[in-house]
């Protein structure tokens, strides 16, 4: 599921060209050439410019592209079956590496990305120099601790060690599950830009040992508990429901994690990107999500209002801690 994860080591994609715009033009003319007179002529010329995104919002047969980094996904089937009976053909545009997807769509070469969260598009935002923004919520993918030597987070003991993800916005969540855990604590209590260096070691029981992403799952050989993101997890066969402890995705904290469909913001009330966003909560489509999931995301549907003042409370947090 989309939880904003570099795959370790993929090439970075080439871009999709960018969209040549189009002209199309019938000059149609009737004319008599006497002494360089025009007798009579007719000239009707039609311009259409640029991809199908670009018609009136709400207009029928359009084309949507969309970046993702999980094209493969079962849902996306259903909800192109849906977007076409409205008259709007999705095309998925994928991408093997997470930082392709929002300089693909600020450069125009998108219309709408589905890979990531609030906190992760912050932090793109800001040092991007970008203003893009949520139109959409989609789901959250809980954060969970696993053990293979341990089955409770009490059985952790003293001074053991446990991986987690060394990227910074996966990192900072997964620091924030083990506090939540009552397995170490933060400096002033932490947020969602903590790093090792704000654990407050005497007051911790455990250490962390950052690894790449997506290490952690194969990290549980040797750690006493590895914090693995729900994509890992499932490439490596561990059953989510084995997973000792986890955030609440239904919390207020969690609200930073809370994936989107994202858009230009001078996109934002597009009424035919916002017409696939509601089809991709439509019962048949979040029953494929879940599934794929295996019940482990939770669905989210709050209003862009929410998510914009999520964002840009995110985005002044990144902007104080320079």
């Known amino acids: 599921m ?5 795959p370790a080591g993929s090439p970075a994609p080439a871009l999709p060209e960018k969209p040549k715009k189009s002209k199309t033009g019938w000059f149609v003319g009737i004319g008599v050439a006497v002494v360089a007179v025009v007798v009579a002529g007719v000239l009707i010329a039609v311009n259409l410019a640029g991809t199908g995104s670009s018609q009136a919002a709400g207009s029928k047969n359009v084309t949507v592209k969309i970046g993702t980094t999980e094209q493969a996904a079962p849902y996306w089937s259903i909800l192109k079956k849906k977007a076409a009976a409205e008259g709007i053909t999705i095309d998925v545009v994928g991408f093997s590496d997470y930082t392709q997807a929002n300089p693909a769509l600020a450069d125009g070469q998108i219309d709408l990305n589905l890979f990531q969260h609030l906190q992760f598009l912050a932090n793109y935002d800001v040092q991007a120099k970008q203003d893009l923004v949520p139109i959409a919520s989609t789901l959250v993918v809980p954060l969970p601790l696993y053990s293979k030597k341990y089955d409770s987070v009490d059985a952790i003991p003293q001074g053991a060690q446990i991986a987690i993800p060394n990227d910074a916005t996966n990192q900072a969540r997964a620091l924030l599950v083990l506090q939540k855990a009552g397995l170490l604590t933060l400096k002033d209590g932490g947020n969602t830009l903590a790093t090792p260096a704000d654990i407050d070691v005497a007051a911790s029981k455990v250490t962390v040992i950052p690894v790449d992403a997506a290490q952690t799952a194969p990290a549980l050989n040797s750690a006493d508990g590895a914090i693995v993101n729900n994509n890992f997890a499932l490439t490596a066969g561990i059953d989510p429901k084995s997973a000792i402890f986890q955030d609440d995705p239904k919390s207020e904290t969690a609200e930073p ?4 469909f994202v858009a230009r913001e ?5 009424a035919t990107y916002l017409k696939v966003a509601e089809l991709y909560h439509s019962k048949e489509v979040t029953e494929s999500v879940l599934a ?5 995301a939770v669905i989210v549907d709050k209003p862009q209002s929410d998510l914009i003042a999520v964002l840009d409370t995110l985005k002044k947090n990144i902007e104080a801690a320079k």
């Open 266 to 270: 001078k996109d934002k009330d597009n």
């Open 292 to 296: 794929e999931s295996k019940n482990t």
């Open 257 to 260: 994690y809370i994936n989107a």
């Open 2 to 6: 989309p939880d904003a994860t570099p």
